[in-house]
């Protein structure tokens, strides 16, 4: 079933992209809802089914941002891959301060330079994929991401 599978990185992406988890749950049901509509005239053009959905999560973020005044969350490492079990306190105090200070370096960044990133890490996609969603060329992508993620590396450990 194309819900199931395409669901997690649909969800991580809008999450990233949406102010909180209920925001981004909404969303995704009106992507889904929005592509069950439109299937009938899809037309594959080379590009692979994955990129379709994330055009219409791109297009269901900007209008949710238009229809109200936008906030950025940052939550692209949910808490339960931080591997809070085996970990002292004093290191999940430092993992959450290194997570504070990377969402603030992430929250400057352009809206063009977190879509990157959101589609990268958030929704897995590599990057032909990520080319596709975008209308980019997969070189200008490869190019982009490496600057975004150096530029965030000097930042942060500047920082």
Same mark, same amino acid.
């Given at each position: 079933?194309?819900?199931?599978?395409?669901?997690?990185?649909?969800? #991580?992406?809008?999450?990233?992209?949406?102010?909180?988890? *209920?925001?981004?749950? *909404?969303?995704?049901?009106? !992507? @889904?809802?929005?592509?069950?509509?439109?299937?009938?005239?899809?037309?594959?053009?080379?590009?692979? @089914?994955?990129?379709?959905?994330?055009?219409?999560?791109?297009?269901?973020?900007?209008? @949710?941002? #238009?229809?109200?005044?936008?906030?950025?969350?940052? *939550?692209?490492?949910?808490?339960?891959?931080?591997?809070?079990?085996?970990?002292?306190?004093?290191?999940? =105090?430092?993992?959450?301060?290194?997570?504070?200070?990377?969402?603030?370096?992430?929250?400057?960044?352009?809206?063009?330079?977190?879509?990157?990133?959101?589609?990268?890490?958030?929704?897995?996609?590599? !990057?032909?994929?990520?080319?596709? =969603?975008?209308?980019?060329?997969?070189?200008?992508?490869? &190019?982009?991401?490496?600057?975004?993620?150096?530029?965030? &590396?000097?930042?942060?450990? *500047?920082?």
């Amino acid at each position: 079933m194309l819900y199931q599978r395409y669901l997690p990185q649909i969800y #991580r992406y809008l999450r990233a992209r949406a102010g909180n988890a *209920d925001d981004a749950a *909404d969303l995704t049901q009106q !992507v @889904f809802l929005k592509a069950l509509a439109a299937l009938p005239g899809y037309r594959p053009c080379g590009r692979p @089914f994955l990129a379709w959905l994330l055009r219409i999560a791109r297009n269901a973020v900007a209008d @949710f941002y #238009r229809r109200q005044r936008p906030t950025v969350a940052f *939550d692209l490492v949910p808490e339960v891959a931080w591997g809070v079990g085996e970990e002292s306190p004093e290191s999940i =105090v430092l993992r959450r301060e290194e997570l504070a200070r990377l969402q603030e370096l992430y929250l400057r960044l352009d809206p063009a330079k977190q879509e990157l990133l959101a589609l990268r890490f958030a929704a897995g996609l590599t !990057v032909p994929e990520i080319a596709a =969603v975008i209308g980019k060329r997969e070189a200008a992508v490869r &190019k982009q991401l490496q600057r975004v993620v150096h530029q965030l &590396k000097e930042q942060f450990r *500047d920082a």
